[in-house]
């Protein structure tokens, strides 16, 4: 991997963090906050405060990304459009993002969002919840059917992301559940990374 391709990705990462908690508009403020109350009186001022758009994200989208649930249901219950996008990423790749299973379910089992949507990064769920770090999360997308296997993180196979992440739990979840151990490129990063007990893991299933 190459240094260009990592300060890329930090470049990207830092904008999105900054994007997602910097915020002028009151309502999304209000949302990322999880500010109920705030953001049901901002919606009764001004209903069309619903799909505002502001530094190019919606409420919905800012309330998925940190992960507050109150506000999700009380957005999509006025009629949010969870497709909608914030920065190349939907509602639920958000969530997801964020670490959220909490938000995560809610949208997919309850406000039909798709978990198949790419956003403009070429982000997918499995992706998003892999770089979350969070091993519950990514154990309940698998358990949900989605096939990972024919699942890309912008260039990444799943498997590549959880070993370039670090995550050993993640790896092991995702070689239980059938990835391949011999995918060489995501047994290459993580030697290169110094994950030592993700190589030996490696190593005994026979890669």
């Not at 249901?73 to 299973?101: I, Q």
Request: hydrophobic share 45%.
């Amino acid at each position: 991997m190459s240094i260009h391709y990592l300060r890329g990705c930090a470049i990207t990462l830092l904008c999105l963090l900054f994007a997602f908690t910097v915020s002028a508009a009151p309502i999304h403020d209000a949302a990322r906050k999880g500010d109920v109350a705030a953001v049901r009186k901002l919606l009764a001022d001004d209903p069309s405060q619903l799909e505002a758009i502001d530094d190019y994200t919606t409420p919905l989208v800012v309330a998925a990304r940190a992960g507050r649930l109150a506000v999700v249901k009380l957005l999509v219950a006025r009629g949010a459009d969870t497709s909608a996008e914030g920065h190349g990423y939907t509602a639920l790749n958000a969530a997801a993002w964020d670490g959220s299973l909490a938000v995560v379910k809610y949208l997919r089992e309850h406000a039909g969002a798709d978990y198949y949507a790419r956003g403009a990064f070429g982000d997918g769920l499995l992706g998003n919840a892999t770089k979350s770090g969070s091993v519950p999360l990514l154990d309940y997308l698998l358990k949900a059917g989605i096939d990972f296997t024919t699942c890309k993180d912008g260039i990444q196979s799943v498997l590549h992301a959880a070993a370039c992440g670090g995550s050993l739990p993640m790896v092991k979840l995702l070689l239980s559940k059938g990835a391949d151990p011999k995918e060489i490129a995501a047994l290459e990063v993580a030697a290169k990374s110094g994950s030592l007990p993700i190589v030996q893991l490696w190593l005994d299933k026979g890669a």
